[in-house]
C-alpha cells in the first residue's frame, strides 16, 4: 500500500484536516463536500513524502528536491552564512505544484549553520527576484572536509519554510530536513572546482539523482 500510496509528510496534515472538515461540514450540499474532498486530495498530493534510496558509492552529492534543473552557474553563496564571495558551481531546482515539496540531504555530514532570512518584498518587481524572496540556507561538511549549502527559496504562492535541520545534526545522504509550503526553488552549492553531471532541462529527483562528484 505504501509503494503505491506514499505518505504524506507531517506538515501537511492541518491542510488535509482542513479539506476534511470543509467535506465535512458541507456534506449536505453536493459542491460543497467536493470541494472539500478535492482539496484535501490535493494537499495530500502536494505534500507527499514518497521513499527514496540514495546512491551508495561515496563522494556523490544528490538533488535536495524534485523538480526540474533551470540553473547550472556559479554564484556567490547567501551573505547572512557569512561565507567568502568568491562564485561557487551552483545547481538550481525549481519545484512545480506537481512535484513533492519535501526536501533531502545532498550529502552525509553535520550541519555547520543554518540561516533563515525572510521575504522583502516591495514591489511586483522584487517579489519576482528569488534574491528577494525568504529563504533558509543550510551549510554542511562532510567527514572528509567537504562544504556544501542547500538553500530553500520560497515562491510567490510560498510563505513558509519548514526547515528541521538544527547546528550540530548529523544527517545521511537522502534524509528528509524540510520542505517548502507551496514553494519554488532549491539551491545547492558545491566546492570550488566541483563538476556538475546534470544539465538545465533535465528532472531531478531528491535524494537518488546526482548532481556532482566531489574530488
Not at 61 to 83: I, M, W
Not at 127 to 145: F, K, L, M
Not at 146 to 172: H, M, T, W, Y
Request: proline residues 8%; hydrophobic residues 45%.
Amino acid at each position: 500500500m505504501r509503494s503505491t500510496i506514499p505518505p504524506v509528510h507531517p506538515a501537511g496534515l492541518p491542510f488535509i484536516s482542513a479539506g476534511l472538515g470543509v467535506a465535512l461540514v458541507g456534506r449536505r450540499y453536493r459542491w460543497l463536500r467536493r470541494t472539500g474532498l478535492l482539496a484535501a486530495g490535493a494537499c495530500a498530493g502536494f505534500f507527499r513524502h514518497p521513499p527514496r534510496v540514495p546512491p551508495t558509492r561515496p563522494g556523490v552529492v544528490v538533488a535536495p528536491a524534485d523538480g526540474l534543473v533551470c540553473l547550472v552557474e556559479s554564484a556567490a553563496p547567501p551573505a547572512e552564512l557569512g561565507l567568502p564571495d568568491t562564485p561557487l558551481p551552483r545547481v538550481s531546482i525549481f519545484l512545480s505544484l506537481l512535484d513533492a515539496h519535501v526536501q533531502r540531504a545532498p550529502i552525509s555530514g553535520e550541519v555547520l549553520d543554518v540561516q533563515h532570512r525572510p521575504g522583502r518584498f516591495g514591489s511586483a518587481e522584487l517579489a519576482a527576484a528569488s534574491e528577494h524572496n525568504e529563504r533558509t540556507s543550510v551549510r554542511i561538511r562532510t567527514d572528509a572536509g567537504a562544504e556544501i549549502v542547500v538553500v530553500q527559496i520560497a515562491g510567490l504562492l510560498a510563505r513558509r519554510i519548514v526547515c528541521d535541520a538544527r547546528v550540530g545534526d548529523k544527517l545521511s545522504i537522502g534524509d528528509t530536513y524540510g520542505l517548502i509550503r507551496f514553494g519554488s526553488r532549491l539551491d545547492t552549492y558545491l566546492p570550488a572546482g566541483t563538476e556538475v553531471l546534470v544539465s538545465v532541462g533535465q528532472r531531478a529527483v531528491a535524494g537518488e539523482t546526482v548532481l556532482a562528484q566531489l574530488t
